[in-house]
């Protein structure tokens, strides 16, 4: 059993009923123990799936994926003696899956995912089966799986494939964070590997996981950044000498989007402006630039789009998404697609100019933290060098190349991957969804906007403290995440190579936003 931070919550007791979004998370980095539930009516329907499937075969002796071949081989008999070997043919064959590797965190995730849905009791498989899976994840033994091969429908059979084999002792593991054989694995801990049964090869594979499992930590690194964006947008206001009435919420008022008007409230917040009506009559300072002016209009769209992005990820997560599904009860074999992950390429191909386009906004803002003729006061380049220095100190100019190259390396990767679609496995699969090339895609959006994040928060607390040099007092939420910030890095006096403060502000986001703008 895993022991690192697992006791912090409660355990998650899977029993069909719906898994949030923030649970998978959880799991993913162990924060939270797993446990099939123990309530008998729960068992008992998982296990009326595969006594209803041997039935089936004694009486009809017909059953797709069971004693046929796969896909456009279904009309293919298996012979009886055979039968057993088939869904080890499945994941064999399957095991093809190229590029990078999904981390320890995604590996985790998707077992959970696969694991939510077998638990909806549709899919055919034992309890051992779920047994097994929950098994994984509590000693931290997940299957190394290749992030590349999936189309998105049959589901994400090649990297599924990945896990079936771990199940049966094949291929290899994460265990404790070490890639190993999987077949050490057990054996080290006295585990013999599992045998699936019929059906179970496809119950595994022939689901959306993989691409939902990616979603799900897509979209918590994406309300992270609505938050971090926010804070950042208020520094770079305050530090610039902005407008603060630029967020006014009798101005808000008038373009009723909740999310947009709850990025103008937090600004107002981090800017000590409150909601009294308080903005002058007409202010001194008419108009800022689009980059902190339009801040909420940006931010916002992102912000109004997390709900529904949430309820479509949620959705799949909780589905029973493979094929065909089994109902003991009505006594019936339903085939269907309900493998095609259209939902969740809609969703993270809507997710990727969403982010993107925050990065952007925050490219722009550094633009004008560095050049004199539009920071208000501010040394050129934010350089913290004396005057008899300054000749020789660069400060932030070489970070803000760094933000432009990978913003626009984010705004290119947002073209959406479910619009290509290519028909495959002999014309069967002739439309598929490229779920999953929309969440890899989507993911890496995400880490060049945690990249620009990294680079201009660097950047903005710098100003902030170049501001206060001339002696104005920042509002008192930007002074304490100044405070915080300084924790993890040094401002700059005296160029230095900033690359590994940077990545440490990008392995560390989640800790500076785990306090913001939540009530």
Known sequence: MIDTQADRLPPLILDG?????????????????????????????????????DRLLDEEGVVY?????????????????????????LYTFHGCGLGDVLDVEASRAVVLVRLVSLCRGVSGVSLELLERLVWLLEHDVVPVIPSEGSVGASGDLTPLSYLAAVLCGEREVFDAGRRRPALDA???????????RPKEGLALMNGTAVMTAL???????????????????????????????????????AKPHAGQQRVAERLRRDLAQ???????????????RYSTRCAPHVIGVLEDSLPWLRSFIENELNS???????????????????????????????????????ADLLDRQLALLVDTRYNHGLPANLSGASTARASLNHGYKAVQIGVSAWTAEALKQTLPASVFSRSTECHNQDKVSMGTIAARDALRVLTLCEQVIAGVLHAACQAVELR???????????????????????????????????????????????ALYHT
């Open 17 to 53: 009923a719906p898994v949030s979004l923030d649970a998978v998370g959880a799991v993913a980095r162990r924060e939270r123990h797993v446990m099939l539930s123990g309530d008998r009516a729960f068992r008992e329907r998982i296990e009326a799936g595969p006594a209803f499937l």
């Open 65 to 89: 994926g069971v004693t046929t071949g796969y896909g456009d081989a279904c009309t293919r008999s298996v012979p009886a003696e055979q039968l057993a070997d088939l869904p080890r043919h």
């Open 186 to 196: 057990f054996a080290e801990r006295g585990l013999t590997p599992y045998r699936l």
């Open 215 to 253: 979603a799900c930590l897509a979209w918590e690194r994406a309300e992270r950044l609505s938050h971090l964006a926010t804070r950042i947008t208020a520094m770079n206001v305050w530090a610039l000498d902005g407008n603060p009435y630029h967020f006014d919420a009798d101005l808000f008022a």
């Open 274 to 288: 409150g909601d009294a009506g308080n903005a002058p009559r007409n202010s001194p300072r008419l108009q800022d």
């Open 320 to 358: 029973a998404n493979d094929n065909p599904l089994i109902d003991p009860v009505a006594g019936k074999v339903m085939h269907g697609g309900h493998f095609y992950g259209g939902h969740i390429a809609f969703a993270m191909d809507s997710l990727k100019p969403l982010a993107a386009n925050v």
């Open 468 to 514: 206060q040099r001339t002696g104005a007092s920042p509002p008192v939420a930007i002074g304490r995440f100044l405070a915080q910030c300084r924790e993890h890095v040094a401002g700059v006096e005296e160029d230095r190579a900033l690359e590994a403060d940077l990545r440490h502000l990008c392995r560390h986001q989640a800790t500076l936003a785990a």
